[in-house]
């Protein structure tokens, strides 16, 4: 068990320091917007490598921050009854949510995702338009990454999930 605590831990800090690079280009993103709506409505100038730069931070902040806001339990979702309920019966949920539908789910898109990565970076792909972001194939490299980190996290959390339906609470505690 104390193997399952620490395996839970190393996950929880992979995606707490993830997140912490996460929270920098989110203010970045912040940054690039304003600078890009003060050169468009005073200067009336616009750039295609700042207006892909927002949507690549954009896509960059939801691929990599998924894993930590899972972590955080941040994501949306019905909890009409799930919060009335005692905690070995959100642990079942949540074991069986990880089980039946992450885990599942983050191998398809990272085997689906992987050929189309590679691809992008056996041609170095960039922009086609003129002047902009010359390493899509960076961002490209996300969608498998986020879903590992992801699909890390949902691992951490039915791991979490499974000590509590054996009654082992107390070993289940997270960053929470």
Known sequence: MKMLQRLCRAIDRLNIWVGAIVAWATALVVAVVFIDVVMRYTFRMSFVFMQELE???FAFIFLMGAGYTLMKDGHVRVDIFYQQLPPKAR???????VLIFLLPGCYLIVTTSWHFVVNSFKIL???PDPGGIPYRFLLKACIPAGFGLIALQGLALGLRSLL???GREAEAEGPH
Do not use: D, M, T
């Not at 642990?91 to 069986?96: D, G, H, V």
């Open 125 to 127: 792909e960039g922009s």
């Open 55 to 57: 949507w690549h931070l």
């Open 91 to 97: 642990a079942w949920i949540n074991f069986l949510g």
């Open 164 to 166: 509590v339906i054996l």
